[in-house]
């Protein structure tokens, strides 16, 4: 496990992550102290994605503001 200091972290964080993505664990430094680690998930969060995403794709024509009120509606789980 690889030790860093909050400021190199601040300053070098996608080069970090890509460590942890690869399978690093990291712990994370305040003035000489730990503070966090950020460590792998081991695959995908616990259940996943629970929406569908916004923008995704949507059969049909052109929505009037009926239609994109109904769609807005279904997608907050109104129907």
Not at 33 to 52: F, H, K, L, Q
């Amino acid at each position: 496990m690889s030790t860093i200091g909050i400021r190199e972290l601040s300053h070098h964080t996608s080069r970090y992550l890509a460590q942890v993505k690869a399978g690093k664990a990291i712990t994370i430094t305040e003035h000489g102290r730990p503070i966090a680690t950020i460590s792998p998930t081991g695959g995908e969060p616990a259940g996943g994605n629970p929406r569908p995403r916004i923008g995704g794709y949507r059969s049909g024509g052109p929505l009037d503001s009926d239609g994109i009120d109904a769609e807005l509606a279904r997608g907050f789980g109104h129907r």
